[in-house]
């Protein structure tokens, strides 16, 4: 008699074994993937998103799960790593056929888009919120992950893209102050709120990111505390021209109007942008590599010699004092 697939079975076999395009996947029939090595190192990270903590329950689910992918992309090019493969740990209270359609659609183009296939994973069911946990692979040339720590005195700060926008996407959702201010501008708030809902990780950097920097993380808690957290590492202190970190059109609109301050834009969470340290001397070759793959970079102030917490400067060069460095989950 032909055993009858569980509904966890049907649910993997219908909406995520067309993702597991990757040989070593096996068609998710198996309990493990195999992955070939070669001569790389393969680097490893875990993201897990929330509803209601990292995303709100009526959020696309199509946009949840490039999310869930994209945030553990980010941590990879902040490495200097290219996408191998990822797992995928799904908890839901109840199976919507509607909502996992949608779900695993977004996940497969991402999937397909930045290279990174579904390997495996686990579906189970939870009385609580939907809980989404990815744990992505990706591949570097032997001994050449870019690490936190490395940063040096001398080094110029980069960072990618524009700071706290995600912050403000969020507000906006929740109906707040900047709502209200961009209510006539559609455009702005439709970017602010894509900023939140689906993350762009800057994976054609990730090779400048290891040919020129030396240290580097991805800014996903706030750019003052994440960066608070690299000089830590690196036993080292920053100087931070607050002028100069880079802030969409959208974001300087609310500032003149007051509704934020530019400390909500750099201790807000979910830029996942790439804030990395580079030698002086190849700063030039660095911003070169950047334009090619089509990303922008700022230099936003300099590694310096103490173990202080990072100095964020005024327009005058005088110090500011932040109440809130980043996001903390507790």
């Known amino acids: 008699m032909t055993q009858a697939p569980s509904g966890e079975d049907s649910l993997i076999a219908r909406y995520f074994k067309p993702l ?54 980010s941590d990879l090019a902040a490495k200097g790593a290219v996408p ?33 296939p579904l390997l495996g994973g686990d579906t189970v069911s939870t009385p609580g919120p939907v809980m989404i946990s990815v744990t992505a692979w990706g591949r570097v040339p032997r001994g050449r992950m870019v690490h936190r720590f490395g940063a040096r005195p001398g080094d110029r700060v980069m960072v990618t893209g524009t700071i706290g926008d995600a912050a403000l996407g969020l507000r906006v959702l929740q109906g707040r102050a900047e709502a209200g201010v961009l209510d006539a501008d559609a455009a702005a708030r439709e970017m602010l709120i894509g900023r939140y809902r ?52 959208a974001a300087a609109k609310l500032i003149a109007e007051g509704v934020v301050q530019l400390e909500t834009l750099i201790s807000g969470g979910d830029d996942y942008e790439i804030l990395c340290t580079v030698p002086a001397a190849q700063c030039e070759a ?18 310096v010699e103490g173990t202080q917490a990072p100095r964020f400067l005024d327009g005058q060069g005088r110090p500011v004092r932040l109440k809130r460095l980043s996001y903390s989950h507790f």
Not at 220 to 225: P, Q, V
Request: proline share 5%; hydrophobic share 50%; with cysteine.
């Open 286 to 303: 660095f911003r070169t590599a950047a334009v090619a793959a089509g990303i922008a970079v700022t230099d936003i102030g300099a590694i």
């Open 198 to 249: 689906v993350p762009q990780p800057r994976s054609a950097l990730a090779t400048a990111v290891r040919d020129y920097a030396t240290a580097s993380m991805d800014v996903s808690d706030g750019l003052a505390g994440d960066l608070t957290k690299l000089c830590a590492a690196s036993s080292a202190s920053a100087d931070i021209a607050l002028s100069y970190v880079p802030i969409s059109s």
């Open 20 to 73: 597991a395009t990757d040989p070593g996947a096996f068609g998710l029939v198996d309990d493990a993937a195999a992955i070939p090595a070669g001569g790389d190192d393969l680097v490893v990270n875990t993201d897990a998103i929330v509803e209601g903590v990292h995303y709100l329950p009526d959020d696309p689910p199509d946009t949840i799960a490039r999310k869930a992918l994209r945030v553990n992309l």
């Open 84 to 116: 191998a493969g990822f797992l995928l740990t799904l908890a839901l209270r109840q199976k919507d056929e509607t909502w996992l359609a949608a779900f695993a659609g977004g996940l497969g183009e991402d999937a397909a888009t930045f290279g990174c």
